[in-house]
């Protein structure tokens, strides 16, 4: 390859969709392990400053590149390889990947080596896709602002003094800042949608049991789900007919056909009926110019044929109290078995077993994680388990039957997908709980377990901004359907390097 078009290639390949780099590679025009080495350098030069990864993995990525490109030689073909041969990709740091650490951005599993594959991430690889490593993220996914990471902070790139959102936070900005194509991410209240609205992204939280959450570390295994955080919606599209479907190891995912979800973005929008929750829209705190997204999006979908509904939904004001007592329940119960004996930091100089179990576990866990556990132990107390937990649990059928009513008539339900624009780090310090609302518009679809996917929409103050599009269970297709549509007609720059990036 010439110099000149080297040069090009590098700075062009970083803001490509999967498909565009599955294209040049299996066409020949530039090699995987060129793609490979693009992206090292890249992460090198850009995240000194961002701090998106805990650990990159140039010997997995390169041996990756140089797979792919000895069956390219060997004639493989395009068809053959799928539309995601070649994608850089990175994955959360509460995903197992043989090779790399585990760590939760816990001082807790700071040395723990990922014994086996998380599913969907070795589903991912076996798309021929190209591992460049694992991603910061809040405590054990305990936040909105990955600010909790013992690793420290991730940078916004369209802002270095804002949070890149959370818990996902380095999978949003790595794909934000062009160093990974295709990133994994959790959310089990909003840990996808949120960071992908704060940084440019489209992020896809899938129903609940569409992947397969065996390998990744559980926060509230009723809540938790595992999606992709993508530059556009075919991408993420491509991702989840890539992760999802059945696994033997995960029981509670579910048998669902894996359809070819990329066809669906190609389909026109005539008919779908679009619901809008008025309510939803005059909720104290929700910053008039997100509104005015959500408004302005539901235009456009209208003059592309689509029926615009009207409804309310008065039972989401619930879904976070019931959030914060049901997560929380199941966080601590999960976080039981980090004990320092049979996983986890083990203290030194214990006097005896209940010492030890006190001293690892106080000095593993941050204070987030230590109020979570704290709360979900008391709910689950036998004086307060009626009172919370299983009032808590009436409230989620509550959601989950209003829900049902709203998909009885539309398609799909268009929201807000964050109240507010990115915030400034350390904007919640003295008040943690103010941060928790920041979920106020994605926790209740964890709650009803349906699928639900943030999309960019425009520059506001050079800070991006986004809407959510929410189906009900298994219909991810019909996300993928208006959110291209929505993605065609507002044409986010996600391409061009934002101000103050190199
Ligand atoms: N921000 C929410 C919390 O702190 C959601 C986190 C998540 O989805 N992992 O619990």
Redesign the pocket.
Known sequence: MADTQTKELRDTIPFLSASEISKLITSKEVSAREVAHTMLDRIEALDADIHAYNEVSPELALAAADDLDNRIAQGATAAELGPLAGAPVAFKDNMNLVGTHMTCSSKMLENFQSPYDCTAVRRLLDANTLPLGKLNMDEF????STETSVTGLTYNPWDPERVPG??SGGSAAAVSAGMATITLG??????IRQPAAFTGTVGLKPSYGRVSRYGCAA?ASSLDQIGPFSHTVRDSALALSAIAGKDPQDATSLNLPVEDFAAACDQDVKGMRVAIATDLLEQAGLDPRLKQEVLDSAELLAGMGAEIIEITLPSTKYGLPAYYVL?PAEASSNLARLDGIRYGRRAENAEDILDLYMRSRSEGFGPETIRRIMIGTYVLSSGSYDSYYTKAQKVRTVIKNDYEAVFAKADVLLTPSTPQLPFKFGQFADDPTAM?LS?FYTIPVNMAGIAGMSLPTRLIDDLPASVQLIANHSREADLFRAGAALERSFAFPYTSVPAGRS
């Open positions: 996914a305990f936040g909105s959370g818990s959790s959310d089990t209240g909003g840990s926060f997560g928790y979920d």
